[in-house]
Nanobody
Framework: QVQLVESGGGLVQAGGSLRLSCAAS????????MGWYRQAPGKQRELVATITTNGLTNYADSAKGRFTISRNNAKNTVYLQMNSLKPEDTAVYYC??????????WGQGTQVTVSS
């Protein structure tokens, strides 16, 4: 059974930092793109950042310059370092892995709350 398990969310003051981790189990994703998405209350899920198998990254405009996505293929894990957090970053953050045939795997989500 494939599982993606996020960790590292929490409550932080504006300007603070958090590091999210997503550990995959059940299969390896070293040859697949992975990413982070988020969903705020009353809003649709949106892309935060993605990373390819060889480390090419893509960021939403809201994340550029503040967030850094990385991965450790040996650990089957993807990370999201979030700095200079703002209240508008408050959301549930989801890990994603895109497998063959465009099958998407999702984690259960981790809550990030940024207080002003």
């Amino acid at each position: 059974q494939v599982q993606l398990v996020e960790s590292g969310g929490g409550l932080v003051q504006a300007g603070g930092s958090l590091r999210l981790s997503c550990a995959a189990s059940g299969r390896r994703f070293s040859l697949n793109p992975m990413g982070w998405y988020r969903q705020a209350p009353g809003k649709q899920r949106e892309l935060v950042a993605t990373i390819t198998t060889n480390g090419l990254t893509n960021y939403a405009d809201s994340a550029k310059g503040r967030f850094t996505i990385s991965r450790n293929n040996a650990k089957n894990t993807v990370y999201l370092q979030m700095n200079s957090l703002k209240p508008e970053d408050t959301a549930v953050y989801y890990c994603n892995a895109r497998a063959e045939l465009d099958i998407n795997y999702w984690g259960q989500g981790t809550q990030v709350t940024v207080s002003s």
